[in-house]
C-alpha cells in the first residue's frame, strides 16, 4: 500500500523563479494538505484541496497557489521564490478532511538562492 | 504564524527512562495529535486525542487531551533508542477534520549511551 509520494525529493531554485512540488496522496484519500517545514521549526499549514478545491488557507500569501486533479494528487505552486521559501514541503493526505489524522510525505527539499 | 508553545525542546535522556513532554495553546482545540519526525522523513503519527480529558496508549506512548482543551502531554515510558527524534504536538480547530493542523516547534530526544 503505497503511502504519500512526493516529487521531486530536492530542489535548487533561483530568486524570482517559479517551481512546482507534485503529491500523490495515500491509496484511498481524497484530502491533499500542504505545509511548509522551515529549519528547526514545526510545519505550517499552507492550504488543503478536498473535491478539487480549496477548502482552507493558512497565512500564505497569493504567490503561492495549488491545484487538486480528479485523481486526488495535487501540486504547490510558488512563484516569485524568495530566500525565505527555503524550506521542506510536506504534503499529507486524509479522508474526508482529516478526522483521525493525516499521513505526510517525506516532503521536497526546495533551497532557493 | 501560530504555533503551539511545546517544552523543552529537547531532551537527553539514558536509555530506559521515562519520558515527558507538553504542548499549551491560547487557544481551544477539538483534536490533538501527536507526531514523530526523524531525519528526512515527514512526521508519522503516534497517538489522536479527539475528547477533552481523553487518556490514549499506544504501546509504550501515553498522552491525554487536557481538560481546558487547550492543552496536551505525551509520555514513554521505558525509552529505547529507535524512540530518538523530534515529537511535534498539532491540534485541530475542528472536531470534523476539515481544518489544517497548528504544530508546535517540536522536542528534539536524544538517547544517551
Known amino acids: 500500500d503505497a503511502g504519500v509520494t512526493q516529487s521531486p525529493t530536492h530542489l535548487i531554485k533561483t530568486r524570482g523563479q517559479q517551481v512546482t512540488l507534485r503529491c500523490s496522496p495515500k491509496?484511498?484519500?481524497?484530502?491533499v494538505s500542504w505545509y511548509q517545514q522551515a529549519l528547526g521549526q514545526g510545519p505550517q499549514f499552507i492550504f488543503q484541496?478536498?473535491?478539487?478545491?480549496?477548502?482552507q488557507r493558512g497565512n500564505f500569501p497569493d504567490r503561492f497557489s495549488g491545484h487538486q486533479f480528479p485523481n486526488y494528487s495535487s501540486e504547490l505552486n510558488v512563484n516569485a521564490l524568495l530566500l525565505g521559501d527555503s524550506a521542506l514541503y510536506l504534503c499529507?493526505?486524509?479522508?474526508?478532511?482529516?478526522?483521525?489524522?493525516?499521513?505526510f510525505g517525506s516532503g521536497t527539499r526546495l533551497t532557493v538562492v | 504564524g501560530q504555533q503551539l508553545n511545546q517544552s523543552p525542546q529537547s531532551m537527553f535522556i539514558q536509555e530506559g527512562e521515562d519520558v515527558s513532554m507538553n504542548c499549551t495553546s491560547s487557544?481551544?482545540?477539538?483534536?490533538w495529535l501527536w507526531y514523530k519526525q526523524d531525519p528526512g522523513e515527514g512526521p508519522v503519527l503516534l497517538i489522536a486525542?479527539?475528547?477533552?480529558?481523553e487518556l490514549t496508549s499506544n504501546g509504550r506512548l501515553t498522552a491525554q487531551f487536557g481538560i481546558t482543551r487547550k492543552d496536551s502531554f505525551l509520555n514513554i515510558s521505558a525509552s529505547i533508542p529507535s524512540d530518538v527524534g523530534i515529537y511535534f504536538c498539532?491540534?485541530?480547530?475542528?472536531?470534523?477534520?476539515?481544518?489544517?493542523?497548528?504544530f508546535g516547534k517540536g522536542t528534539h530526544l536524544i538517547i544517551q549511551p
Open positions: 499529507a493526505s486524509s479522508l474526508g478532511g482529516g478526522l483521525g489524522g493525516y499521513t
Open positions: 491509496s484511498g484519500h481524497d484530502t
Open positions: 484541496y478536498y473535491e478539487e478545491e480549496e477548502r
Open positions: 487557544s481551544i482545540f477539538n483534536t
Open positions: 486525542l479527539y475528547k477533552a480529558g
Open positions: 498539532a491540534g485541530q480547530l475542528s472536531g470534523g477534520g476539515a481544518d489544517g493542523l497548528t
